[in-house]
């Protein structure tokens, strides 16, 4: 069985205008002046409909007196156009009614389920206004009405707008207009008056007989990455200062609209410029290894400079130069930025194989970029994947962490430390390496640098670095030692070409901590006028300041009515030697006698000592809310007498 439920709820629809298109004023220009009147579907969309409309009143002024339109399938919104005809007739003010006549619901056979014209919304008042006014209508040159400039690169320029007269030109007119923001448009295409434009309200004087006025308006330059940004100009309002006004007032072509729109072009690249954003290493190149995965992808960051605004796409390929296409891959690809993304990464595998090769080179292109940004200066990065596979095995150290203190006394064990170099199972040949500390330990490390030997089928060997004494201060300090080949057919693993030798902090590098002479007797109340009721406590740290520290301090006795905090940790960090501790005091309504308190530094980080002699501050808290009474004098009895 098939029910059938038919359409209701005014499912093809309910016809009238649109509520802002029931009552216009419109003007009779020096040609036709076209407007347009929205009708409305509302409720449902269904079918296709065919509306009647007719006209009545001057018609002679309007054209055409009467017409159809048409909705489709969904369609809410229907125009219908007519034409203000030109006569160049002077008119008073003269009316014309649209009326929605019938509408025909296309292919539907029960007309009870038919769109219906809304009565209410059934006809719409045109009011066309007097014309031929001889001290003219005023309004924006039609070249002015939307104006596209670029912005200034250093200093401010001006463009120029130009205000017609049109109809009658006798009189003198002033012409008011005031600059606006585009409140309509996203903030981000909104420019700003005072930075992006000089804010403008003034007039300019039409004299007798003009029909051109020119506005000036300054641009103004900014470093600021910035989308299309515009503002308006709004003729406000018309002014006659000199003749009859018998014959009228001068008018405004469009009142209340009569707007010019200035866009600002993009600028300073608000979209980004693309490029790479990598270091080159020797001969101007990036390295790359052949090592087992996940280790072998390299990834090449691409930066996203000056603006971030906007969803990007940008295109790369690889180009083998002395490598092969079999040596890393993908060959191609494509990366993107999201909305106020400044980086992006390209991923490039290495591929590994058992042929034993030299070093290899590719170079990686930025291509093109989609999303209106461009490319930089840095659009292309040239690989270099070192020789690999040697028979004579690869070289590492065995570990890449060490540590070591400064010699106490001569021959410390503590202060030496002894590295270690392997060579790969199934290496075999004679090779030499160098090895090299960076420059920035020759006051604390020896030798600086050094050659190992390896024999035929020597597996191993070991070299020995010296920490120096000295009398400075210090903290923790690291320093790499690195390898390298001493001839061209030797291989480093580059996951173990470089070790960290770390010296150990100086004892007492942390330094000691205690309470500054000048807190050691502090004073603190209960908030009271300007006073909040705050007392500070300054802590010194010395004669090391090397590290992050922390300590640790308490009041007693702990009254948790008389301090918000009677607890707390202090961090100091690396080379800092001062810092605070804030104390506040609870207000309240109960009366107080003074009473004293101990803040004591209780522990601190290992390695930092707290100083017994400065390790307290004597607290006292001043007397409150008067706990021995108030006293006042009363007269007596004959005294009053």
């Given at each position: 069985m098939t029910i059938v439920v038919p359409a209701n709820d005014d499912a093809h629809g309910v016809i009238g205008f649109a509520e802002n298109f029931m009552s216009m004023e419109v003007e009779e220009l020096e040609q036709n002046n076209q407007i347009s009147l929205s009708v409305e579907r509302k409720r449902g969309t269904f079918g296709r409909l065919t509306v009647h409309w007719a006209a009545d009143g001057s018609l002679t002024d309007i054209y055409p007196t009467s017409g159809v339109v048409t909705f489709s399938e969904g369609q809410h919104l229907a125009i219908i156009s007519l034409s203000v005809i030109a006569d160049g007739v002077p008119e008073l003010r003269e009316s014309v009614t649209v009326?929605?006549?019938d509408v025909t619901t296309v292919g539907l056979q029960d007309l009870r389920q038919a769109a219906v014209i809304d009565k209410q919304r059934a006809q719409a008042q045109l009011t066309i206004l007097p014309n031929g006014s001889p001290f003219g209508v005023i309004g924006w040159h039609l070249d002015s009405q939307f104006m596209l400039t670029k912005e200034p690169e250093k200093t401010p320029f001006n463009i120029t707008l130009s205000i017609v007269r049109e109809q009658g030109s006798s009189g003198q007119v002033k012409v008011h207009y005031q600059t606006k923001v585009a409140l309509y448009l996203p903030p981000s295409n909104q420019a700003t008056a005072g930075l992006d434009f000089t804010p403008r309200d003034d007039a300019v004087i039409l004299t007798d007989g003009a029909t051109v006025a020119l506005v000036t308006l300054t641009i103004l330059p900014d470093d600021v990455p910035e989308l299309a940004e515009s503002f308006l100009v709004n003729i406000s309002g018309v002014e006659l200062i000199q003749g009859s006004e018998v014959a009228g007032q001068p008018s405004v072509k469009r009142p209340g609209m009569e707007v010019a729109e200035v866009t600002i072009s993009e600028n300073d690249d608000p979209r980004g410029i693309l490029q790479f954003n990598v270091s080159d290493g020797f001969g101007g190149t990036v390295t790359a290894y052949e090592i087992p995965s996940p280790d072998n992808i390299l990834y090449l960051p691409v930066a996203r400079l000056a603006g971030a605004l906007g969803r990007l796409v940008v295109y790369w390929k690889a180009e083998a130069l002395t490598a092969d296409f079999k040596d890393f891959s993908p060959t191609s690809g494509n990366i993107s930025f999201q909305d106020g993304q400044r980086e992006a990464m390209i991923a490039v595998t290495i591929l590994d194989d058992?042929?034993?090769?030299?070093?290899?080179?590719?170079?990686?292109?930025?291509?093109?970029v989609i999303g209106g940004a461009r490319l930089g200066g840095m659009t292309s990065v040239t690989i270099s994947i070192p020789s690999n596979d040697s028979p004579l095995g690869r070289f590492g150290f065995q570990g890449l962490e060490f540590q070591v203190s400064e010699p106490e006394r001569e021959d410390d064990p503590a202060a030496q430390v002894t590295l270690t170099v392997v060579r790969s199972e199934g290496g075999e040949g004679a090779v030499t390496l160098l090895w090299q500390l960076e420059e920035q330990a020759v006051d604390d490390l020896s030798p600086l640098n050094g050659t190992l030997v390896f024999t035929e089928a020597q597996t191993l060997e070991t070299f020995t670095i010296q920490a120096l004494p000295d009398s400075a201060l210090e903290g923790e300090e690291r320093f790499n030692v690195r390898l390298f080949p001493a001839e061209t057919d030797a291989v480093i693993d580059p996951l173990n070409a470089m070790a960290t030798i770390t010296i150990r902090a100086d004892r007492a590098?942390?330094?000691?901590?205690?309470?500054?002479?000048?807190?050691?007797?502090?004073?603190?109340?209960?908030?009271?006028?300007?006073?909040?009721g705050s007392a500070v406590v300054h802590l010194v740290r010395g004669p090391g300041v090397f590290g992050e520290v922390q300590v640790f301090w308490n009041i007693t006795p702990a009254v948790f009515s008389e301090f918000?905090?009677?607890?707390?940790?202090?961090?100091?960090?690396?080379?800092?030697?001062?810092?605070t501790i804030t104390l506040k005091a609870r207000d309240d309504d109960l009366p107080e006698e003074r009473r004293e308190y101990l803040l004591t530094l209780t522990s601190a980080t290992p390695g930092l000592d707290i100083s017994h002699i400065s390790k307290h501050a004597k607290i006292t808290m001043a007397a409150s809310d008067t706990p021995f009474g108030s006293f006042l004098l009363r007269p007596t009895r004959d005294q009053a007498a």
């Amino acid at each position: 069985m098939t029910i059938v439920v038919p359409a209701n709820d005014d499912a093809h629809g309910v016809i009238g205008f649109a509520e802002n298109f029931m009552s216009m004023e419109v003007e009779e220009l020096e040609q036709n002046n076209q407007i347009s009147l929205s009708v409305e579907r509302k409720r449902g969309t269904f079918g296709r409909l065919t509306v009647h409309w007719a006209a009545d009143g001057s018609l002679t002024d309007i054209y055409p007196t009467s017409g159809v339109v048409t909705f489709s399938e969904g369609q809410h919104l229907a125009i219908i156009s007519l034409s203000v005809i030109a006569d160049g007739v002077p008119e008073l003010r003269e009316s014309v009614t649209v009326t929605l006549m019938d509408v025909t619901t296309v292919g539907l056979q029960d007309l009870r389920q038919a769109a219906v014209i809304d009565k209410q919304r059934a006809q719409a008042q045109l009011t066309i206004l007097p014309n031929g006014s001889p001290f003219g209508v005023i309004g924006w040159h039609l070249d002015s009405q939307f104006m596209l400039t670029k912005e200034p690169e250093k200093t401010p320029f001006n463009i120029t707008l130009s205000i017609v007269r049109e109809q009658g030109s006798s009189g003198q007119v002033k012409v008011h207009y005031q600059t606006k923001v585009a409140l309509y448009l996203p903030p981000s295409n909104q420019a700003t008056a005072g930075l992006d434009f000089t804010p403008r309200d003034d007039a300019v004087i039409l004299t007798d007989g003009a029909t051109v006025a020119l506005v000036t308006l300054t641009i103004l330059p900014d470093d600021v990455p910035e989308l299309a940004e515009s503002f308006l100009v709004n003729i406000s309002g018309v002014e006659l200062i000199q003749g009859s006004e018998v014959a009228g007032q001068p008018s405004v072509k469009r009142p209340g609209m009569e707007v010019a729109e200035v866009t600002i072009s993009e600028n300073d690249d608000p979209r980004g410029i693309l490029q790479f954003n990598v270091s080159d290493g020797f001969g101007g190149t990036v390295t790359a290894y052949e090592i087992p995965s996940p280790d072998n992808i390299l990834y090449l960051p691409v930066a996203r400079l000056a603006g971030a605004l906007g969803r990007l796409v940008v295109y790369w390929k690889a180009e083998a130069l002395t490598a092969d296409f079999k040596d890393f891959s993908p060959t191609s690809g494509n990366i993107s930025f999201q909305d106020g993304q400044r980086e992006a990464m390209i991923a490039v595998t290495i591929l590994d194989d058992e042929s034993a090769e030299r070093e290899e080179t590719f170079r990686v292109e930025l291509l093109r970029v989609i999303g209106g940004a461009r490319l930089g200066g840095m659009t292309s990065v040239t690989i270099s994947i070192p020789s690999n596979d040697s028979p004579l095995g690869r070289f590492g150290f065995q570990g890449l962490e060490f540590q070591v203190s400064e010699p106490e006394r001569e021959d410390d064990p503590a202060a030496q430390v002894t590295l270690t170099v392997v060579r790969s199972e199934g290496g075999e040949g004679a090779v030499t390496l160098l090895w090299q500390l960076e420059e920035q330990a020759v006051d604390d490390l020896s030798p600086l640098n050094g050659t190992l030997v390896f024999t035929e089928a020597q597996t191993l060997e070991t070299f020995t670095i010296q920490a120096l004494p000295d009398s400075a201060l210090e903290g923790e300090e690291r320093f790499n030692v690195r390898l390298f080949p001493a001839e061209t057919d030797a291989v480093i693993d580059p996951l173990n070409a470089m070790a960290t030798i770390t010296i150990r902090a100086d004892r007492a590098a942390l330094g000691i901590i205690g309470v500054a002479e000048a807190s050691r007797n502090i004073l603190i109340g209960e908030p009271r006028g300007d006073y909040d009721g705050s007392a500070v406590v300054h802590l010194v740290r010395g004669p090391g300041v090397f590290g992050e520290v922390q300590v640790f301090w308490n009041i007693t006795p702990a009254v948790f009515s008389e301090f918000e905090t009677f607890s707390g940790t202090v961090t100091m960090r690396d080379r800092q030697s001062e810092a605070t501790i804030t104390l506040k005091a609870r207000d309240d309504d109960l009366p107080e006698e003074r009473r004293e308190y101990l803040l004591t530094l209780t522990s601190a980080t290992p390695g930092l000592d707290i100083s017994h002699i400065s390790k307290h501050a004597k607290i006292t808290m001043a007397a409150s809310d008067t706990p021995f009474g108030s006293f006042l004098l009363r007269p007596t009895r004959d005294q009053a007498a």
